[in-house]
């Protein structure tokens, strides 16, 4: 890992935010060397790597689902799975509440910028949705996810976080529990952070290339 470069952020973010770091391209002894250099939480967005890396960290440890998951592969994960960032279908809600003895705490994944290529709810269909999975006793919606568009211009990627904070703004009048922002990833969290995220993924950051 860049440890210069963890500690760097780490004092930028002052405690604003949560910093995810995504080892999915990294091995369980990256992890434990970030876990040392004082990260609690982890991001993977593969089934396998998730419960790997899961099963080498402290118990103390956050392991992040970050990636798309298939509802019929809800229960490959379940025991572990505490954090996901990537709701955006009612039957991966449906899967957690028949298949879980805990709470799940979500994060429900929205393309704000509209690209083809993006998972996530339009942003207009979120407050449905929420309504819709809130009779999920262990789907804890805690917040919304967005991932930036593929652009090199700054105020394009600024709008997009700006347009995910005014929906969690709006959505936590009637839903008060939806108050995290998980957006920015290494090119753009500085934008993210500006914009008011409280869980920023960083891979090859902090991780490495
Ligand atoms: C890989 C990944 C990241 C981290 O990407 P970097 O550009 O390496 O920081 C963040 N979020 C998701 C969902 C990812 O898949």
Known sequence: MNKDNYLKVKEE????ATIIAVTKYHTVEDALEAYDAGVRDF????IEGFNEKRAALPQDANVHFIGTLQSRKVK???????YLHSLERESIAKRIE?????????????????????????????????????????????????????TDNVEEIRNVFKQLR???????????????LSMGMSNDYKIALEEGATFIRLGSKIMGK
């Open 98 to 150: 028949q298949y879980s003895s805990h709470d799940v705490k979500c994060f429900i994944q929205v393309n704000v910028s509209g690209e083809e290529t993006k998972h996530g709810l339009k942003p207009e269909d979120v407050k449905d949705f929420v309504t819709k999975v809130s009779k999920y006793d262990h789907v804890k919606v805690i917040g919304l996810m967005t991932m930036a568009p593929e």
């Open 13 to 16: 973010v002052n405690n604003q």
């Open 166 to 180: 005014e929906l969690r703004d709006d959505l936590q009048k009637e839903f008060k529990d939806i108050i995290e």
């Open 76 to 82: 490959d994960v379940i025991d572990n799975l505490y």
């Open 43 to 46: 991001g993977e967005n593969r």
